[in-house]
C-alpha cells in the first residue's frame, strides 16, 4: 500500500473566502500515483473549514448570508470566547461547515457525485492557514 502526505498552504486577502482547491486535491493525486484507494483533506486549523459542495457564486452568497445569521461576525461582545481574540464566530461557522472531507479514488482520480467541488471555507483569514492532504491506496 503506498501513502502520500501534502499541506497546502492559504493566506487570504479577507476575513471570509471560500476556495474552490479541487485542482489543488487533483495534482495531490496525480502526484502520488495511487489509482484506488481513500484521499482525506482536512483544515488543519478551528476556524477553517473543508467541504463539498457546488461551485456557484449564487450558492456562495447564499452560504456567507446564511453562517452571518447563524453566527454573526459583530458584535464581538456578544461571545464570552472573544475576551482576547475576535473570532468566536469563525469557530462556530467552521463547525457547521465542517472540518474535513473524504473521497473515493477509483482509477485514478476523484469518484465524485454530480457539481462536487472540494472547498477551503476561510473563516478568519489574512493569516498562513493550511489544509492536509491524506491518500492512501494502490
Ligand atoms: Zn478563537
Redesign the pocket.
Known sequence: MKNYRKELWFNTQARRELINITPDVQQCLEDSGIKEGILLCNAMH??SSVFINDEESGLHYDFEQWLERLAPEKPYSRYR?NGY?D??D??LKRTIMGREVVVAITDGKLDFGPWEQIFYGEFDGKRRKRVLVKIIGE
Open positions: 478551528i476556524t470566547h481574540e473570532n468566536a469563525a469557530h
